[in-house]
């Protein structure tokens, strides 16, 4: 770590130079996540879809082809199989069986274990009506709009307003693509992703919040260096930490994305491409939009009037 911090040493990249793309590209990644999710949606798990989840360990080999055959004689809908690692000994049996009700999916549990036998071991049963899955799925996107405004909210009355709406775009872009990029690899999006959403929400504020608290002092610090340089100085002042922080972060996680297993791929997922484009939008999207603005005439106004500042 300490090579990668001499190397990005006391830099002083022209990073406002780069603003107009930068929206372009942002604005871009925004507009196919919107478009990847509203054409092709997500692939939404057994907490939000509804339905039967079971995961079983056979001692030998399990033959997919002669357990489909022989589930598709049960009437529980459509009927995923899916191996879990490489030893072939491990099923994920996924069964879209929401128009069931409780009784009527339990039953259904108990059909399947007839056809497969007591010799497996049931690792996981889950049953999820499609009452709960709606609302789990309300809930959801309940808490990551709370967490959105409040998190707004603490940077507006942290800062000034200003910090405020480039924060708010900037977790915007990230959540939205992250979610974009969920939908392109058809990964699976249950309570899990949203708990790796939230979590990737809470790490980019902080790094945002960083790079805020730097231009702050800057602005008090150098009050005749023009706002372009002001900010362009800012965001190299923590380029170190938020590329270091980032890398550590993002090499823990990944190491989950290759190890962790099925339970764990789309938490890690998320976190793992989540976190680069959480970098992206700190220095390119909430820091440089943040010249759009005058943050010398709002720093001299809450001189006058504190109130609105902290």
């Given amino acids: 770590m300490k090579i990668f911090s001499w190397i990005i040493k006391d830099t002083n990249i022209d990073f406002m130079s780069m603003r107009k793309p930068t929206y372009a590209l942002s604005i871009l990644m925004v507009a196919a996540s919107i478009a990847l ?23 030998e080999v399990i033959d997919m082809q002669e357990i489909r055959e022989k ?15 490489n030893t072939g000994d491990e099923l994920m049996i996924r069964a879209q069986a929401s128009n069931l009700d409780e009784k009527e999916q339990m039953d259904a549990v108990n059909k ?3 056809i497969i036998g007591d010799d497996v071991d049931y690792r996981k049963v889950e049953l999820v009506g499609p009452q709960v899955g709606d609302e789990l799925k309300r809930d959801g996107i309940i808490a990551a709009v709370l967490a959105l405004a409040a998190i707004s909210i603490y940077v507006w009355v942290r800062f000034e307003w200003q910090f405020a709406i480039g924060t708010m775009i900037g977790l915007a872009q990230d959540g939205i693509v992250a979610a974009g990029l969920l939908s392109l690899f058809d990964m699976d999006f249950s309570l899990t992703t949203v708990a790796a959403l939230l979590t ?18 800057n602005l008090g610090k150098y009050k005749k260096m023009p706002q372009y340089d002001l900010i362009n100085k800012s965001v190299n002042d923590v380029l170190s930490r938020t590329f270091l922080t980032g890398i550590s972060t993002i090499g823990a996680a990944s190491i989950l994305l290759v190890l962790g297993g099925d339970t764990l791929r789309s938490f890690s997922f998320v976190l793992t491409f989540g976190i680069l484009v959480g970098i992206y939008s700190s220095i390119f999207t ?25």
């Fill in 200 to 217: 990737l929400i809470g790490y980019s504020v902080n790094d945002k919040v960083v790079t805020y608290d730097r231009v702050r002092e």
């Fill in 71 to 85: 589930l598709s004689d049960i009437d529980i809908g459509e009927v995923n199989l899916q191996t879990i690692g």
């Fill in 286 to 310: 909430s820091s440089l939009i943040l010249n759009l603005f005058d943050l010398r005439k709002t720093q001299e106004e809450d001189k006058i009037n504190p109130f609105g500042a902290v």
């Fill in 112 to 114: 399947i274990k007839q």
């Fill in 37 to 59: 999710i509203a054409l092709k949606g997500f692939n939404y798990g057994i907490d939000f879809s509804g339905g039967i989840l079971i995961e079983i360990k056979s001692p």
